[in-house]
T-cell receptor, first 114, second 116 residues
Framework: DQQVKQNSPSLSVQEGRISILNCDYTNSMFDYFLWYKKYPAEGPTFLISISSIKDKNEDGRFTVFLNKSAKHLSLHIVPSQPGDSAVYFCAANRRGGATNKLIFGTGTLLAVQP | DTGVSQDPRHKITKRGQNVTFRCDPISEHNRLYWYRQTLGQGPEFLTYFQNEAQLEKSRLLSDRFSAERPKGSFSTLEIQRTEQGDSAMYLC??????????????FGSGTRLTVV
């Protein structure tokens, strides 16, 4: 049962344009959502997060939007740069505090073309 | 601080052999996590330590898997009687005291296991 879904395995964007990566979840108990970026041969790197009490969080070129009613979140990268080319994972954490585990999606490979 | 360190980076083993991986977290991080990532999938949680105590284990962690963190510093993950299905990237992560999953872990570069 895939509780966090990233339905687009890949995305190609021109440099300078907006990249929009999408993520859907099924578990309404999730209360925190995170985005990680992963380059080949490296571990995932934390990028940005959002609490379920918010609908938007911004950090520089990266903005995450959360639509709780649709159980959907998205990561916007503006403007996209070739160095942003990587696999992006969406992850979620369940309400309850006792658990420290993240549930990851399957990832989206972003290619930013110069 | 050089971040989360994992050793070895790559391991090829024959089916049925035992393997052990090591993780050295960031020194001031008391929380340590193990994840497994197979091809085309995202990382999957295996287990979590706070200091030397193993506080959470996934059902993915079968009897053949054991993780330890004896002195609350480095951790080892051992797989006994390896199977081809164990082939994966094993990722270790750590985080500061009081900062769990919501704050974003720091991952190591992983150990890639290939069982032949």
């Amino acid at each position: 049962d895939q509780q966090v879904k990233q339905n687009s395995p890949s995305l190609s964007v021109q440099e300078g344009r907006i990249s929009i990566l999408n993520c859907d979840y099924t578990n309404s108990m999730f209360d925190y959502f995170l985005w990680y970026k992963k380059y080949p041969a490296e571990g995932p790197t934390f990028l940005i997060s959002i609490s379920s009490i918010k609908d938007k969080n911004e950090d520089g070129r990266f903005t995450v939007f959360l639509n709780k009613s649709a159980k959907h979140l998205s990561l916007h990268i503006v403007p996209s740069q070739p160095g942003d080319s990587a696999v992006y994972f969406c992850a979620a954490n369940r309400r309850g505090g006792a658990t420290n585990k993240l549930i990851f999606g399957t990832g989206t490979l972003l290619a930013v073309q110069p | 601080d050089t971040g989360v360190s994992q050793d070895p980076r790559h391991k090829i083993t024959k089916r049925g052999q035992n393997v052990t991986f090591r993780c050295d977290p960031i020194s001031e991080h008391n929380r340590l996590y193990w994840y497994r990532q197979t091809l085309g999938q995202g990382p999957e949680f295996l287990t979590y330590f706070q200091n030397e105590a193993q506080l959470e284990k996934s059902r993915l962690l079968s009897d053949r898997f054991s993780a330890e963190r004896p002195k609350g510093s480095f951790s080892t993950l051992e797989i006994q009687r390896t199977e081809q299905g164990d082939s994966a990237m094993y990722l270790c992560a750590s985080s500061l005291p009081g900062q769990g999953a919501n704050y974003g872990y720091t991952f190591g570069s992983g150990t890639r296991l290939t069982v032949v």
